[in-house]
């Protein structure tokens, strides 16, 4: 069965930092984008970074750009998002999910159904 595993979500004081984990299961990242998402309560679920697990090129919203950084470790096949500079804001589900499309920075976060399989979310708080 293929899937994808999220984890290394929590509580965290503003200004701090994180890493989540995305770990594929029954497959291989090779030729896949993999993008993380975030949704908060009441919001829409939005892009937050992508990677080309081909050639490693990597696209961020402006939203986290600067403050987000997205990474593979090609051996164990698992994407990381390593959160700095966390905010209120950024308190969410954090989702992983793979496409089989060749993405553009315009277009990876503009349509959620590019990507078909999605983890099950981690949960990070950001509060004092």
């Known amino acids: 069965q293929e899937q994808l595993v999220e984890s290394g979500g929590g509580l965290v004081q503003p200004g701090g930092s994180l890493r989540l984990s995305c770990a594929a299961s029954g497959f291989t990242l090779d030729h896949y984008f993999i993008g993380w998402f975030r949704q908060a309560p009441g919001k829409e679920r939005e892009g937050v970074a992508c990677?080309?697990?081909?050639?490693?090129?990597?696209y961020y919203t402006d939203s986290t750009k600067g403050r987000f950084t997205i990474s593979r470790d090609n051996a164990k096949d698992i994407v990381y998002l390593q959160l700095d500079k966390l905010k209120p804001e950024d308190t969410a589900v954090y989702y992983c999910a793979r496409s089989p499309f060749s993405l553009t920075p315009s277009v990876w976060s503009q349509d959620l159904n590019l990507f078909g399989t999605w983890g099950q979310g981690t949960q990070v708080t950001v509060s004092s």
């Open positions: 990677m080309n697990s081909g050639d490693g090129s990597t």
